[in-house]
């Protein structure tokens, strides 16, 4: 499962770096962010990366609404095997990272399952 | 009375439009005005889907959203419309058509390569489309460089000397 990170600005390179720093070892995620792209263009390029990485993919997206995801959804269209992840954190990254033995389906519904659950209110015991 | 928002926007329908936009203006309908998206079931897929929950979205060809907002601007329907096109040249034809436009929003113009001229903070124009906007402002237009509603923003009038006429 190849995996690509496309974000507002640069904080989707960040994360991809961070993701990086704790685990030294693991699957290469590739990064996109949409600065200076209207989305057409966007789309283009990320059609360019998935041409370039046959077989299933991933795209994690900051906003599922917004040009990143809009772009992600038309350079997939047709594409079989190819998930478009809004929402991105570092827990998603880290589950593609460290899973990359698991099949596609089964890593990504793992993908979607921990960035959801860290998305929690945490409170001190009293 | 004219649209509540004309805006020209390279990246059409996001999070910008969607909350920015809709979400601060009486919006009671958002129309991306868009031949190639149009024409193509997936892109009008992704693009509806991209609209706000509250106000809904039609995208319609030039042709067709000149004749919709007509109909709007008989029934008293433009001031609480939102018009986005992608290029200046698809907002002056819209103009072109009689459409009353007080204020053409710039809200995205990306750098491509038909775009090398940043003209003002990350809005990038080539030739035809600094063309296009002044002729708009030509027409009274107040043209007006802004991401959203309320974040600074900068007059074309201020950017940009018109060309010199002999």
């Known amino acids: 499962l190849n995996a690509l990170v496309v974000t507002h600005g640069n904080w989707g390179r960040e994360l991809v770096e961070a993701a990086r720093d704790v685990y030294a070892v693991g699957a290469k995620v590739h990064f996109l962010s949409n600065t200076d792209f209207g989305v057409q263009d966007l789309a283009v390029k990320i059609g360019e990366w998935l041409a370039e990485h046959e077989g299933p ?7 599922g609404s917004g040009s990143c995801g809009s772009a992600s959804l038309l350079a997939a269209a047709g594409r079989p095997s190819t998930w478009i992840l809004g929402g991105v954190n570092l827990p998603m990254v880290l589950t593609y990272m460290a899973g990359t033995a698991l099949e ?14 860290a998305i929690d209110v945490f409170r001190m015991p009293t | 009375m004219s649209l509540l928002m004309a805006r020209i926007d390279d990246r059409l329908i ?12 009486p919006a009671k309908r958002l129309i991306l005005a868009h031949d190639a998206v149009a024409a193509d079931s997936v892109s009008r897929t992704v693009f509806r889907a991209a609209g706000p929950d509250s106000t809904p979205t039609e995208i319609l060809p030039l042709t067709e959203a000149v004749r919709r907002l007509r109909q709007l601007d008989t029934a008293g329907g433009l001031e609480s419309t939102i018009v986005v096109t992608e290029t200046a040249e698809d907002m002056l034809r819209l103009v072109e058509a009689g459409i009353p436009v007080s204020t053409v929003t710039v809200g995205g113009m990306h750098r491509n390569p038909h775009r090398p001229d940043e003209i003002w903070a990350g809005f990038f124009v080539g030739p035809p489309e600094r063309r296009a906007l002044l002729q708009l402002q030509d027409r009274g237009i107040h043209v ?10 900068r007059a074309l009038r201020e950017l940009v000397e018109p060309p010199r006429r002999e």
Not at chain 1, 57 to 63: E, K, L, N, R
Not at chain 1, 104 to 117: G, H, T
Not at chain 2, 144 to 153: E, L, R, W, Y
């Open chain 1, 57 to 63: 993919a991933v795209v994690m997206v900051d906003v």
């Open chain 1, 104 to 117: 596609p389906q089964e890593l990504v519904s793992k993908m979607i399952d921990r960035a959801l659950n």
């Open chain 2, 14 to 25: 996001h999070q910008q439009v969607a909350d920015g936009c809709c979400g601060s203006l």
């Open chain 2, 144 to 153: 007006v460089f802004q991401t959203v509603p309320g974040a600074p923003g």
